[in-house]
């Protein structure tokens, strides 16, 4: 999948595009929107008015506003950037500003908790299509966000079955329009998958790293030190926002739970490997594993350059 973005559109898919939370990724959508061409004008909303400040500043939104209804106010689209466990609130909030015919979308990475948040709130003849783009970085706030962000990433829809096929279409539209490839599946299988390619990792390196720091107090600095033997690649994904991941953990209780106990398991035969010296399972696993990388990096989803966290010579 290409990394970079096409040529903006000729007209705008929406005519108010609003934008609630500017953090890394809402203001990542406001700047791909803009580039893009894909709504008229692009109003970013965010509670906190130092937030607001550093929008106006950054130029990145033709209106900013603190209140979320204000900015849904006579938008025909309104996308959800807050983190997970907000999305439910955020849209009692706005609902009342909702005119008929507008799409509410949100981009949080759990699908299941998110729709049975915000349904109840949304009025008749609005239109919810929950999204998730798979794509971030381990930074927060709207100085994080860049507009190539969802070139090339995928982004997953989770319509409710008998949502408005037009209004599905017009969100396919606006994620293809940042460079995403777009796919849609059922909320449980979204929850189910990216418990595995997402929220398990996160939780392995947040464990990995508290393990660590805690064995700092015996081994001084000498966890920082030699941290490129592997432990450093853990240490960028456990920098990842805690509010976000606090909430993705809540929100996604079942799915995460099931695959931590299949995790536990596997884990329990790799000890059970070294303990009874059988290299030969593990070479056998550590050949299926490489093969995976492969796998991921011949799909584009990663650069094949050795990554030792710093620029080769
Ligand atoms: P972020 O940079 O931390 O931005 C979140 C924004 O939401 C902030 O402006 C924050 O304002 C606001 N917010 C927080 N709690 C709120 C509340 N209770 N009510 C209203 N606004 C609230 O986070 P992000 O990375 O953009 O993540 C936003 C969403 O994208 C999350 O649902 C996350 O699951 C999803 N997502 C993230 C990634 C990723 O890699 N980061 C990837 C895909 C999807 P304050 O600064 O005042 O807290």
């Known amino acids: 999948m290409p990394e970079r973005l096409g040529a903006p559109r000729e007209a705008p898919l929406f005519r108010r595009l609003a934008i609630v939370g500017m953090g890394?990724?809402?203001?990542?959508?406001?700047?791909?929107?803009?580039?893009?061409?894909?709504?008229?004008?692009?109003?970013?909303?965010?509670?906190?008015?130092?937030?607001?400040?550093?929008?106006?500043?950054?130029?990145?939104?033709?209106?900013?506003?603190?209140?979320?209804?204000?900015?849904?106010?006579?938008?025909?689209?309104?996308?959800?950037?807050?983190?997970?466990?907000?999305?439910?609130?955020?849209?009692?909030?706005?609902?009342?500003?909702?005119?008929?015919?507008?799409?509410?979308?949100?981009?949080?990475?759990?699908?299941?908790?998110?729709?049975?948040?915000?349904?109840?709130h949304l009025p008749k003849g609005v239109q919810f299509v929950p999204a998730h783009p798979v794509a971030g970085t381990e930074d927060s706030g709207p100085e994080a966000g860049f507009a190539t962000l969802f070139a090339g990433r995928w982004a997953i829809l989770t319509p409710a079955y008998g949502t408005?096929?037009?209004?599905?279409?017009?969100?396919?539209?606006?994620?293809?329009?940042?460079?995403?490839?777009?796919?849609?599946?059922?909320?449980?299988?979204?929850?189910?998958?990216?418990?595995?390619?997402?929220?398990?990792?996160?939780?392995?390196?947040?464990?990995?790293?508290?393990?660590?720091?805690?064995?700092?107090?015996?081994?001084?600095?000498?966890?920082?030190?030699?941290?490129?033997?592997?432990?450093?690649?853990?240490?960028?994904?456990?920098?990842?926002?805690?509010?976000?991941?606090?909430?993705v953990f809540l929100n996604n209780k079942e799915a995460v739970l099931e695959m931590l106990q299949r995790f536990n398991e596997d884990l329990s035969a790799l000890a059970r490997a070294i303990r009874w010296d059988d290299g030969e399972a593990l070479y056998e696993l550590f050949t299926r594993t490489r093969a995976i990388r492969r796998g991921i990096v011949s799909e584009g989803q990663d650069a094949p350059a050795p990554d030792f966290g710093r620029p080769r010579e």
Not at 179 to 208: C, F, Q, R
Not at 219 to 247: C, H, L, N, Q, Y
């Open 24 to 120: 890394l990724i809402g203001s990542s959508i406001a700047r791909a929107a803009r580039r893009q061409n894909l709504a008229g004008s692009v109003v970013a909303a965010d509670r906190d008015e130092g937030v607001c400040a550093r929008v106006r500043d950054l130029g990145i939104a033709d209106a900013v506003t603190a209140d979320a209804a204000e900015a849904a106010h006579g938008a025909d689209c309104v996308i959800l950037c807050v983190p997970v466990g907000a999305c439910g609130a955020v849209a009692k909030a706005i609902a009342p500003a909702l005119e008929p015919g507008a799409i509410v979308s949100d981009v949080g990475s759990v699908k299941g908790a998110v729709m049975a948040q915000v349904e109840p």
């Open 164 to 247: 408005d096929p037009q209004a599905v279409e017009a969100v396919r539209a606006l994620w293809e329009g940042m460079g995403s490839a777009v796919e849609i599946m059922s909320a449980p299988h979204h929850d189910l998958v990216l418990a595995i390619t997402s929220h398990v990792p996160h939780l392995i390196a947040y464990n990995i790293v508290g393990t660590a720091a805690d064995l700092e107090r015996v081994t001084r600095s000498e966890v920082i030190k030699f941290s490129a033997g592997g432990f450093r690649d853990f240490t960028r994904i456990a920098a990842s926002d805690p509010t976000m991941w606090r909430d």
